[in-house]
Structures are given as C-alpha cells and as structure tokens.
C-alpha cells in the first residue's frame, strides 16, 4: 500500500495539488479496504458517502495559507495539524492520522503539535515531482525486503509493520 500512498507524500511542496496526488492502485486499495464495512452490514452507498466526504474534508487541510484555529484545534484535524502529519522530520513521522476529528490522535498517543513548519516529503530524498517515478521508486526496496526476509516473522513485519520497522537483532 506504500508504494501507492508514498506519491501522496512525496511533494516537498504542501498544496491543493498535493492533496490529490494518489498511486495509480490506490483507489483498488481503498476498494479493498472499505469491503469488510459492507459485510458487515453498512449500506455501499453509506461507505461510500463517509469516503467521499473525509475525502472532500481533507482537501482543504493542504495548505499552508490557514495558521492555526484556536479551539477548533483541539477537536478537528486542521491545516497545522495535518502539515504535521506530512513532515518528514522525525518528530513529526507517524503522527496526527486523523480523518476530521483530532481527537482520536490525542487518545491514543499519536498526536503531535506543530512546532515549526516541517519539512515535506518522503525522508529519503527524491528529487522528481513525477508520481510514476515516485510510485516506482518504492517498489524496488519493497522487493528487497521481500527477497531479504529471512523468516515468516520478518516478512509479516516488513509487509505491515510500522513504518521503518526492522526485525530484532
């Protein structure tokens, strides 16, 4: 799913357009994703609706024209918390997932204040704005780590462990 999402994050600039920056696959992932709320009895036409509306949401968080919205922060996903979520700089990596309420960030320990303006794009450099060449770029090392997984363990925790994740020496 990397491969595809990583396009989304690889702009080191931080605009509408990076909003809809997706991998050519990401739309089957999504479709995938999204299956099991249907089995489990929500209608389509709801799931669909919650995507398209956290989708439209999250468009205008792609900015970096909004500061800061004084209460509204401590509730909803806003531009400075989600410029956050697009840092590469380390304190900012993995942090602030939220959808439109921020709340859930702040619960469960992954929320994270912006600071000072982060850094955009992936933490290793990449210096295309081309989304093919940044959606293939990934898939190399995906491999690699494929290929170089000496165990089950290791290759469950390269396919959908956190990110960086490394196996214990």
């Not at 205008?60 to 922060?73: R, S």
């Not at 600071?115 to 450099?125: A, I, K, N, Q, V």
């Amino acid at each position: 799913m990397w491969t595809q999402h990583a396009v989304h994050y690889s702009s080191r600039d931080y605009n509408i357009v990076t909003a809809v920056r997706f991998g050519p696959l990401e739309s089957l992932w999504s479709l995938i994703m999204h299956i099991p709320l249907v089995l489990i009895g929500f209608s389509p036409d709801v799931v669909l609706g919650s995507v398209i509306v956290v989708l439209g949401y999250q468009t205008w968080l792609h900015t970096e024209l909004i500061g800061k919205l004084g209460p509204l922060e401590w509730v909803l996903n806003t531009p400075s918390h989600h410029r956050v979520h697009h840092g590469s700089d380390a304190k900012y990596l993995d942090k602030n997932y939220a959808g439109i309420l921020i709340i859930w960030d702040r619960m469960f320990g992954s929320f994270q204040v912006e600071e000072e303006r982060p850094r955009y794009g992936l933490t290793t450099d990449f210096d295309s704005q081309n989304p093919v060449k940044v959606w293939f770029s990934e898939i190399p090392g995906l491999w690699r780590d494929i290929k170089n997984a000496k165990t089950g363990r290791e290759l469950r925790g390269r396919l959908f462990g956190p990110s960086g994740w490394k196996p214990d020496p």
